[in-house]
């Protein structure tokens, strides 16, 4: 008699509705081999007589019966009971018999003996059952049906509320960082400690943007993360990909996609090695009603894909992350508000320009019949605690860094640019445009005065200290709020800011109480001083005549802004002219649709780089378009032979399928590599 066992895993997974309706495999339902391990079957000295191959069938329900014709009343999935007292009495009826039943897909057939059979079930049976794979099983001794079914029907129903409960909990959890307006990195933090399971947030160039390594190594999670990455192809938005072992979904709102959601689950069944972590590792407290997702749940086996609750889970998380990005929660003032409104409304045409034009004036910002120049401040960095962790107070000291300090830091550059506005006697709608720049609209009486105008607010500007206004810790940051660095994938010890993410507000000082810009002293008597010049990037689009050209100066300016931060030139104000073809993809690296362009381009090369990280054609394809698509020159760039470098972009010609003599072509690629170059550079 061959050996029966039961394979434990944590918790009830898939869906009732799932199993049902698409006749998929789901592993809300046991299999045959632990129905045979369950005691009452057990109590009948269960032997397997044939069909050995199909013990791993699901048993969606047991049935008993005691008629020949029952495969018509069968839906598939029912492990049949009987005594055989109604069974046919010929071999060909038998045969028949088996052949029906496999023909509906029940899961087994279990034959008490003693009453039709005593000594073992017709061997033309069992032969009938081994050809069909189907199950045969012999109950030597005399066995209550009806503990069979309850015992394996309460197996069914406990799963399929431990699922719903499960599910219940994913809703409630992702709905509450929703409504709190949770960052990335507490929305990815959650959702690894609901599965247990590593959580990795990239955008679309496989760059991470935030991870939970649920208890494993962070190094080895990272580690060449983008090769790894482009090796996982799922098909579909929301797929498994069992060669890698992640399931993936995408993230995105308004039907444009910016990242992917990637969460690692053990299909060998090491699901339940780690449960979820304890209230005092979470910060949140366990209740005795609360679903602990790693626990076990006897009878439940291994499927071959992710549980239907980790799909619910994933998609959920990236659902809230979608939302989040959304969702401005940085607290102004409400004439700032009403500032950034307008200038909303300029960028994004979510109001007409006369009426635009009408609340300005009403605001004192009169913006018809004038020359407008969009102009666009951010800091040369991101990071708000520098590279040593600390922000300077207003003292001269180091104030630590805390979760506000990225926005406060913001509302004070605002609060310098307002200042300067007004200093140079000028006009103009000013507010944060996102969450690095500052935007202004100055509104000039005409074309001649740009230049002094210009020259007037910068100098202005920098005699303001933006960078020096920062709050303090004591009364920025809230108990337990704490995001997880996101180390870079080359170097995962190091943090990376998540950069399109926004605080929560609270706490915080507001512009003009705890700081102070142009000359006004902080809180503290602390005078505001002069601004270095490579601190801030100070950027002027085109000069245009109307109010609805207004919008192509702002976008430029922001665009010139965000390329001047990697341009160590002191320029009062960047302009244009002083932006190259570099920096402009630079300041579009997170675009969506350069990052799919690129993917378009280079994606296949890429791939294939990282199935082969011996060959590296992309250096192959750097050096021939840098050498000026010059064969000779590109050779001896990548100190390779001629033959061999010519191999190489052959080969590179078939996996990209382009002509790499042909200028257009490679024009484009040139083009991709930059770009591929601006999203790899933080």
Known sequence: MATLSVKVLGEAAGGWAAGVTDGSVSAVFPTVREVLALE??????????????????????????????????????????????????????????????????????????????????????????????????????????????????????????????????IHQRFTELSVEGAGPGEVVRQAAELSGCPVVLENLSRQVLAYDPAGESAELLLDGWEQHSRRIRPAGRTAYDADSGWLVTMVGARGQDWGRLLLRWPGDGELTTRGPRRPAESGRNASAGEVRFGESAPGVRTPDSPPTRLTILVERAASTLALGRLIRRDAEGLERQLHRTLLTALLDHSRPVDEVALR?????????????????????????????????????????????????????????????????????????????????????????????????????????????????????????????????????????????????????????????????????????????????????GSGVGSLREARRSLVEARQIADAARRDRRDLPIFRLPNVGLAGLLHLLRDEPRLQTFVERELGALLTYDAQHPREQLLG????????????????????????????????????LDVDLDSVDACLSLHVALLALDAVRTP
């Not at 033309?124 to 049906?145: D, H, I, Q, S």
């Not at 069914?156 to 909990?169: K, N």
């Not at 709050?471 to 994938?489: H, K, L, N, Y």
């Open 40 to 169: 009452p079957v057990r109590h009948g000295a269960p032997r397997l007589v044939a069909g050995d191959a199909g013990l791993d069938r699901p048993v969606r329900w047991v049935h008993v019966a005691e008629v020949p014709d029952i495969a018509t009343l069968l839906g598939g999935g029912e492990l049949v009971l009987t005594t055989g007292i109604g069974l046919p009495a010929d071999d060909a009826g038998l045969r028949a018999f088996i052949a029906d039943l496999a023909d509906v897909g029940v899961s087994g057939l279990v034959v008490e003996l003693g009453r039709r059979y005593v000594s073992g079930v017709p061997r033309v049976m069992a032969a009938a059952a081994e050809r069909r794979g189907l199950p045969l099983v012999e109950l030597r001794r005399a066995t209550p049906f009806v503990r069979v079914t309850e015992a394996v029907h309460a197996l069914i129903v406990d799963a399929q509320l431990t699922e719903l409960r499960a599910t219940e909990e």
């Open 620 to 655: 192959t394809l750097r050096a021939y378009l840098e050498q000026g698509r010059n064969k000779s020159a590109g050779a001896a760039a990548a100190h390779l032979s001629r033959p061999a470098f010519y191999e190489r972009l052959a080969r590179i010609g078939r996996i």
């Open 360 to 540: 300005a004036r009403a605001l004192g910002v009169v913006l018809e019949r004038r020359h407008l120049v969009g102009v666009v401040v951010r800091y040369r960095t991101e990071d708000p605690a520098g590279e040593g962790g600390h922000e300077p107070a207003g003292d001269g000291g180091l104030a630590p860094g805390g979760p506000e300090a990225g926005p406060a830091r913001l509302r004070d550059l605002a609060e310098a640019v307002g200042h300067a506005v007004r200093e140079a006697k000028l006009t103009a709608l000013t507010s944060a445009l996102d969450d690095q720049a500052v935007g202004a609209l100055l509104a000039l009486s005409d074309a001649a005065a740009e230049e002094r105008a210009l020259a007037a607010f910068a100098a202005a500007l920098r005699r303001t200290r933006p960078d020096a206004l920062a709050p303090r810790a004591a009364e920025t940051s809230r108990a337990g709020e704490t995001s997880r660095a996101v180390p870079r994938p080359a170097e995962a010890s190091r943090a990376a800011s998540w950069t399109d993410e926004a605080t929560r507000g609270g706490g915080a000082p507001t512009p003009g109480e705890a700081s102070g810009v142009g000359g006004v002293p902080r809180a503290g008597g602390a005078p505001v001083r002069p601004v270095p010049a490579s601190a801030v990037v100070i950027a002027a």
